[in-house]
């Protein structure tokens, strides 16, 4: 009961082959491959140690907000001597525009390492989102974020920039009622055997990548369970979840954990990251290894 109760989800992972893209969603994929090419091809490494790559991620960010229409606001703050931000856009909600549903992803890059999937395909969709939402009428105000500081050093930190956004959200005592990390979301493969689980996962999932993941702590369960039945009633695209204990291997290496912290309900939206991607934070984390279709 107990392995059910983290396992168990509604509705059933899409089987077979995966639709062609529609005219629509290829121009969609066209613009995902040219957010990776900008963030992790023509800037590349960006974190506090580098600094101009850094800002130029931001600046990039904060244009293509701009570029759809919205008034981007910046969460500024200091880490190591350097002024960083969020950077956030808000589609106000018409009916309950307290209750706020917060999409998210990281920014910066792993020292080394380009960050094409790690976190350039997580931007990009949240770029793409809000592309898509603008001039819709939204029941609850959405709020898109880019989050500045997530990847080590500053990982489980007070100067991660997610944990700095969620402890002024739980200051202001602002009603997230649900909050989705984009994280690492660019590779799939029907390579049978190319997907891991931490221990004992691996008895209750496939061994094939080609799958969205949708992860979450005991906590955030009724979320993890809301959020992949939408998906499965909605994408003909392959999905797993599990709302496992927050202390797990792999459940909470997203921002997703800044906001548990502050006790909002939280979830991380991936592609497992290192329990699939050969080039996890390494060099060879290009933006040719993404797959802009399963991406779009």
Not at 71 to 86: D, I, P, Y
């Amino acid at each position: 009961m107990g392995l059910w109760y983290v396992t168990g989800m509604p509705g059933v992972s899409w089987s077979g082959p995966v639709p062609q893209l529609s005219a629509a969603e290829r121009r969609s994929a066209d613009r995902l491959r040219e957010h990776v090419d900008m963030l992790a091809g023509q800037i590349g490494e960006r974190n506090v140690g580098h600094p101009d790559g850094l800002a130029a991620a931001a600046g990039y960010i904060r244009d293509t907000f701009a570029s759809q229409g919205y008034e981007v606001t910046a969460q500024s703050f200091s880490s190591r001597g350097l002024e960083v931000e969020n950077l956030e856009v808000v589609l106000p909600g018409s009916r309950s525009p307290d209750d706020i549903i917060l999409v998210g992803a990281h920014y910066d890059s792993v020292t080394g390492s380009p960050g094409a999937n790690d976190n350039g395909s997580g931007v990009a969709a949240v770029l793409e989102i809000a592309r898509q939402l603008a001039g819709q009428d939204l029941p609850r105000t959405v709020r898109l974020v880019a989050f500045v500081n997530e990847e080590p050093p500053f990982f489980y930190s007070e100067e991660m920039g997610s944990r700095v956004y969620a402890n002024r959200s739980r200051e202001r005592g602002e009603q997230i009622r649900a909050m989705l990390a984009l994280e690492t979301i660019g590779y799939y493969t029907d390579v049978p055997g190319s997907q891991r689980y931490p221990f004992p996962f691996r008895f209750f999932y496939p061994d094939t990548g080609n799958f969205l993941g949708f992860v979450g702590n005991l906590g955030s369960r009724g979320l993890v369970r809301q959020a992949v039945a939408a998906f499965r009633a909605s994408t003909a695209f392959p999905s797993e979840a599990v709302a496992a204990p927050g202390w797990v291997v792999g459940v909470h290496w997203s921002d997703h954990w800044s906001f548990w912290k502050a006790g909002y309900p939280a979830i991380m939206v991936t592609d497992t990251a290192p329990f699939r991607y050969p080039h996890y934070h390494s060099r060879a984390d290009t933006p040719e290894k993404i797959d802009y279709t399963g991406l779009a």
